[in-house]
Structures are given as structure tokens and as C-alpha cells.
């Protein structure tokens, strides 16, 4: 089951000792903010498997670099053909071209880098124009969700955001002290997120996938 802004509408309701949805746009749009500042929130503290997406948007055509998919956040594999890219840093992308793309392991062969620059990507060697698909695997950048729309996170862990939308209420309404209960609902669901995160080997302190460096490891 996807998790929609109907199901989120309905539950933060029933939260709040109401007996329905609101029907009106304004209060709709109101409390719709609240659960985008908390999906956003969210996803802003990981790269979570559940923003993982495939891409094979490109093909090779001998061209200098090659657009990005638009929701693209951060790469995790890029394989061209049945070969392999390894991801370099913009700065040393000029440490890698001509010579510098071959190694000796301990005999010759290719080594395959790109690097990405302004919304594209750019391959190291350039590649020869062979109709070879570019199949990537990336974490998406999440944005707000309209109405009628559905969220990424996953059912279980989607209280969160009823938890943050109540809380943002009581803010609403001067009712400071009754938010710090949701407030810390909603902490503790994303750490249960964080948990299930490093069961899955994602962005675990011992090297699988990716963290956001500036905000430690999960539990």
C-alpha cells in the first residue's frame, strides 16, 4: 500500500479528536505544509534505501558528458555496458585523463572514472559511440508531495509525519507543551528508521552504501 496525502489527511484527523478529513483547501494546504517540512525533514537525515531509484536514461553516443536523471541526489553505481565507472571527486578529474586512465594491476588495462559537474556527468575515458545503455543506480533528491500525491516513505514508518503534523498544530495554536509529546514520536520513529536502515546494510558505520557525514551513523 502507498502511503498518500488522502491517508495522511485522515489519520492526523483522527489525531486531533476529529471525526473526519478537513474538506476545505485552506486547512488542507495548511496541514499538508506540516507533513512536507516533516517528509523533508526526514529525508534530508539519510540517504534512505527507500529513495533508491534506477535510471537508464542514457545512452553512449561519444558525447563529452551526459544528463543526469532530474531527481537525482547522489550516485550509487553507474555501469555502462557490462563495464563498471568508479565515481572521482570534479578536482581530480584532470588527474585521470589520458595516461592517468591507465593502471597497471600488475597488467595494463582501462580504468573507468567519471566525475559530475552541474546537473551531468562525464566519463573518463570518453566513451566511443557504440549505443551502450547507461544503467545507473542513485538515491533520489525528494521533493514536497501535492495533493492527491503519495509519499516515498514506507507505510510503517508514515506516522511520522501524522506525529510532525500534530505537533506543528498545537504550535499553531500556542499550544507549545502539547507538541513536545509528537515531537518526540516523531524522533523515535525516524530512529526505528535508522535502525532498519543498518539491518538492510545501508549507510552502516562499517561501509555499506552512503551516510550524510554531517550527521553521524544510525544506531
Known amino acids: 500500500m502507498a502511503y498518500t496525502t ?6 492526523l484527523a483522527y489525531r486531533l479528536g476529529e471525526t473526519a478529513a478537513p474538506s476545505d483547501s485552506t486547512t488542507k494546504a495548511i496541514r499538508l505544509a506540516w507533513a512536507n517540512d516533516g517528509y523533508l525533514t526526514i529525508s534530508r537525515r539519510r540517504y534512505w534505501w527507500w529513495q533508491q531509484a534506477t535510471s537508464t536514461a542514457n545512452t553512449n553516443t561519444g558525447a563529452t558528458s551526459y544528463t543526469e536523471p532530474t531527481d537525482l541526489k547522489e550516485f550509487i553505481e553507474l555501469k555502462i555496458g557490462s563495464t563498471y565507472y568508479d565515481q572521482i571527486p570534479y578536482t581530480a578529474n584532470r588527474n585521470h585523463t589520458g595516461a592517468g586512465a591507465i593502471v597497471s594491476l600488475p597488467s595494463l588495462r582501462s580504468s573507468f572514472k567519471y566525475y559530475r559537474f552541474g546537473g551531468s556527468y562525464y566519463l573518463i575515458p570518453v566513451d566511443d559511440a557504440d549505443a551502450s545503455t547507461h544503467k545507473i543506480k542513485y538515491y533520489k533528491r525528494v521533493s514536497a ?10 507505510d510503517d514508518y508514515a506516522p511520522a509525519l501524522e506525529a510532525y503534523g500534530e505537533a506543528r498544530y ?16 516523531f524522533e523515535e520513529i525516524v530512529k526505528e528508521m535508522e535502525r532498519e536502515q543498518s539491518r538492510r546494510g545501508t549507510g552502516h558505520p562499517a561501509g555499506f552504501g552512503i551516510t550524510e557525514p554531517e550527521d553521524g551513523f544510525p544506531e
Not at 488522502?6 to 489519520?11: E, G, M, Q, V
Not at 498545537?170 to 514520536?185: N, R, V
Open 6 to 11: 488522502s491517508n495522511y489527511h485522515t489519520n
Open 145 to 154: 508531495v501535492a495533493d492527491a500525491g503519495t509519499f516515498l516513505i514506507p
Open 170 to 185: 498545537w504550535m499553531s495554536i500556542t499550544q507549545q507543551a502539547k507538541a513536545g509529546a509528537p515531537y518526540s514520536e
